[in-house]
């Protein structure tokens, strides 16, 4: 079972900072294996789920987290995870929620220790014209693709600040973020949103040795892309999962539908020490759709 533990929303949990040089921002080696935890918003399932299992495969306890739908499934990656000889913890959140946003990362210091890496993974999708896009699909998009990322990057990097030590801010962005694909309006603007969000955040924490950078998956076999190849080929006439063989075909140099693995490769890169240098990017993982 998953557990929610209430804090007051305004609590930063202050722990003892991890010894690392100043210099580098990197953590100094120990007699004893360096602790490492992270939070996974919208890890239930999917590319979510396939980042939090590479993350604990790399050594990271994890606080899953997903919304109350989801209950079911975050109970089942907690087991995986913990099958790896990982801690793990659930948490239900909508990352929408400011508080909700807060009380996740004070919930993931209380029950697995000082925070490390944040992955604003959580994120949803619509297939419809811009001409039939309602403010409210519009601002549903928004905050949660946006604003969501926003208040998971600022919660961690206070519990990072407070407690005196670098870490990491990762966040899901699309490669809609650098090519458009029409009858995804919204979504396509909100992940231009995310790539220019992270980039400010970069610039601005630099000083605190917090890196923050974006993933840009491709066409993704999930249901997210489910939903929207569903969508899509409703509108073109044609029957499900044309689209996204279309696409796949017609696009991807590689000639496969990427699989959420191949997303979480990268994200366990970004949050390991050989990505301690880069920061303020957003990296494609698409098998060769866009080439920048």
């Given at each position: 079972m998953f557990l929610r533990r209430l804090l007051p929303v305004p609590t930063i949990l202050r722990v003892i900072p991890s010894t690392y040089s100043p210099r580098t921002g990197r953590l100094l080696s120990t007699n004893t294996p360096?602790?490492?935890?992270?939070?996974?918003?919208?890890?239930?399932?999917?590319?979510?789920?396939?980042?939090?299992?590479?993350?604990?495969?790399?050594?990271?306890?994890?606080?899953?987290?997903d919304i109350s739908a989801q209950a079911a499934l975050v109970s089942e990656t907690i087991?995986?995870?913990?099958?790896?000889?990982?801690n793990a913890h659930g948490h239900i959140a909508d990352v929408s929620s400011e508080e909700a946003v807060a009380d996740l990362v004070n919930s993931s210091v209380s029950n697995l220790g000082p925070l490390t890496t944040m992955v604003a993974n959580a994120g949803i999708a619509q297939v419809k014209p811009l001409l039939d896009v309602t403010p409210a699909d519009f601002k549903r998009m928004f905050d949660v693709n946006v604003v969501g990322v926003h208040y998971c990057y600022r919660a961690a990097a206070k519990q990072l600040i407070a407690q005196g030590t670098p870490g990491k801010l990762i966040g899901a962005a699309s490669i809609v973020a650098f090519r458009p694909f029409a009858m995804l309006g919204p979504y396509s603007a909100s992940k231009w949103a995310v790539r220019g969000l992270s980039q400010v955040y970069a610039m601005e924490l630099a000083k605190n040795k917090i890196t923050v950078n974006a993933y840009a998956p491709g066409i993704v076999d999930t249901d997210m892309w489910e939903l929207i190849d569903d969508g899509l080929a409703q509108k073109a006439g044609r029957k499900r999962g044309d689209m996204i063989r279309k696409y796949s075909h017609d696009l991807i140099s590689l000639g496969r539908t990427s699989v959420p693995e191949d997303v979480a490769n990268l994200v366990g890169f970004l949050a390991s020490r050989d990505a301690d240098y880069i920061t303020g990017q957003t990296m494609i993982v698409d098998g060769g759709i866009i080439s920048t």
């Open positions: 360096e602790k490492r935890t992270a939070i996974v918003t919208g890890s239930a399932r999917g590319i979510g789920k396939a980042i939090a299992l590479r993350l604990a495969r790399d050594g990271y306890d994890i606080t899953v987290n087991a995986e995870i913990k099958s790896l000889g990982r």
